[in-house]
Structure formats: structure tokens, C-alpha cells
């Protein structure tokens, strides 16, 4: 029987929306994330139908993806079952990487209007919940792209806009020049870069902050040890390059010392690494992807038992 999980929402900024805090990343359908290199691997049909039907019948009702996922594969898998299921849930999707190897990328206001339309076509839907800048463009003004998302907006094609991987002074800027009402970057306990300053900087200027490798590429399930060879099929195996800097004996320390802290409070180390995330109240949402139905698990435990302020400390202490 399905379990449908207690998922609060949250204001996306300082938009009219309100999103779920757990979304279901769909990066791997058709590739492994935006990698030209690997499109056409990562999750077939069949098997991302299989994740979305667990996902939307436990309660996660906004799905993320982007133009470039699968060179345009994650965005056709979704149309699709959405179409097959009569469902629609709440899309988030972005551009700026090139759809194939060599081919055109960024920010440019003419290359978003032509990207959003083939997202909408490969969606088939006629407007996205929340179409982000999937990178900082250095090469076209904050102001041109955010001009034609404010376009993309008084049309109707999309209902919110915001920044993803963006710095704090990037985000700044963004702010000067537009009102994205949410940003997407990765934070986990092994990724605490945001904490500085960009995080003080949304909560000033109400922007959703949102968050997407949480398990930083699988580091914090506990798959990859020290002295052993990374588990056949892992992104370590896979896209190695994100993550290529947690190869180290500081890494292995701590996440022995998570295995443990995980262990003494039965949990799973996915589980306690997800509840410290949702235990911030400064995090609007959690983008988890996973590769099968059963690796939701994580997701209903972090949201069934919820980590305490002494216990969130105690987890930083790791």
C-alpha cells in the first residue's frame, strides 16, 4: 500500500506559489544530468514511469528537470507520463547547457524564448510552475536574461522565475536587475558553501532557497568507503567530476562518524542527512533523485522523524 507522506508547503518566495519541501528530481531520465556524453543512459522509460508513479502517489507532486537532462529526454519522459496518467504535477525547468555536444548554450533572451518553447513542446504543457537560469551567463547582462523571463511571465508560459548556481553576488545581481523569487544550488552536510552568505541573502530578500544534491551524488548513503572501489553504477563511476574533491581522508572521517551517529539513533545515514536539511527552516524545498521506487525510503523517514534543534546540532558536530 502506498504511503503518503507528510509534505508540508512552503511560500516560493516572494511569489504567489506555494511548492512542496520534497520535489522529485528527474535528472537521470535519458542521461546522467546535463553530460552530452551520457545521453540516452541513465534511467529508460519504463523505469522513470516506475519512480514518477511512487513519487506522485506518496504525496511529491513537483517533479524538476531542465531542457538539457537527457538532451531533452527527462522533459519527453515526463510529457509522456503525464499524458498516460491524466496528472499534472508541478514542473520546475531551466536552461542554459547546450542540448547536444557543440551545440549552442546560455542566457541570451532570443536562445530562452526558443528553449522555453521546446520545453513546453516536449512537456506538453502550455505554461512551467518555475523555469530557472540553470548557470550564471558571464557572457550576456542579468538584465537582458531576466527581461525575458519577465516576458516569459506577463505571457503566462511560466508562473515564477529564478537563478540556479548562483554565488551570492551573482544573486545580488539578479536582484538588482529582476525579482527571481527562487534559487536552486546544491547543499548537503558535505556542501556548506551557501551558508556564509547567500543564505542570510535570501532570507533578507524573501527569495525561496532550494536545494538539489542533497546527498551529495550518493556520498551520504553510505555507499562509497574507504579503501574500496566505487559500487558499478554509482556517479562515481558515472560523472565522477562533481564530486571528485570529497576524495579525501577528512571525507571518509566524517562520514564514518555520521555512520555511527546514524546507527546510535536508527536511522539510515540518507535518512539523517535529508531530516538536517529539512530541519532548516531557512531550506524551502529538497530536490531528492532518486533511482528506484525504493529509494524513497530515505524521504518518509526524514519526514516521519524530524531531527530536533539539539539533535540538528549534533548531527553539524559530525
Not at 524573501?206 to 554509482?234: C, D, N
Not at 529538497?286 to 518518509?300: C, D, K, S, T
Amino acid at each position: 500500500m502506498t504511503v503518503t507522506l507528510p509534505i508540508e508547503r512552503r511560500p516560493l518566495g516572494h511569489s504567489e506559489l506555494t511548492v512542496g519541501r520534497v520535489a522529485l528530481g528527474c535528472g537521470n531520465f535519458g542521461g546522467v544530468g546535463s553530460a552530452p556524453e551520457l545521453f540516452g543512459q541513465g534511467l529508460g522509460q519504463r523505469e522513470a514511469f516506475a519512480l514518477m508513479d511512487a513519487a506522485f502517489e506518496s504525496g511529491i507532486d513537483h517533479f524538476d528537470t531542465a531542457d538539457a537532462y537527457g538532451g531533452g529526454r527527462s522533459e519527453e519522459m515526463i510529457g509522456a507520463w503525464m499524458r498516460s496518467r491524466g496528472a499534472r504535477p508541478m514542473i520546475t525547468t531551466k536552461t542554459f547547457n547546450p542540448m547536444d555536444a557543440g551545440g549552442d548554450f546560455g542566457l541570451a533572451p532570443e536562445r530562452i524564448a526558443r528553449q522555453h518553447e521546446s520545453s513546453l513542446a516536449r512537456l506538453g504543457v502550455e505554461s512551467v510552475d518555475l523555469y530557472l537560469a540553470h548557470e550564471f551567463d558571464p557572457n550576456v547582462p542579468v538584465s537582458e536574461t531576466l527581461g525575458a523571463f519577465e516576458e516569459l511571465l506577463g505571457s503566462g508560459s511560466i508562473r515564477a522565475y529564478g537563478v540556479s548556481n548562483f554565488g551570492a553576488e551573482q544573486l545580488e545581481a539578479a536582484l538588482a536587475a529582476g525579482a527571481p523569487a527562487a534559487i536552486q544550488n546544491e547543499r548537503s552536510l558535505l556542501a556548506r558553501r551557501d551558508d556564509a552568505a547567500l543564505l542570510p541573502l535570501c532570507e533578507r530578500e524573501q527569495v525561496a532557497y532550494m536545494v538539489f544534491s542533497p546527498l551529495a551524488g550518493g556520498w551520504l548513503t553510505g555507499k562509497y568507503r574507504r579503501g574500496e572501489p566505487f559500487p558499478p553504477g554509482s556517479r562515481m563511476t558515472q560523472r565522477p567530476g562533481p564530486y571528485a574533491a570529497l576524495v579525501s581522508v577528512p571525507t571518509f572521517e566524517r562520514l564514518e562518524r555520521l555512520a555511527v551517529l546514524a546507527r546510535h539513533e536508527e536511522r539510515s545515514m540518507a535518512g539523517l542527512g535529508l531530516a538536517w536539511l529539512l530541519a532548516d527552516p531557512r531550506v524551502t524545498q529538497v530536490v531528492i533523485g532518486p533511482a528506484r521506487p525504493e529509494h524513497l525510503a530515505p524521504v518518509q523517514e526524514a519526514l516521519e522523524r524530524p531531527l530536533s534543534v539539539a539533535e540538528r546540532e549534533e548531527v553539524e558536530r559530525c
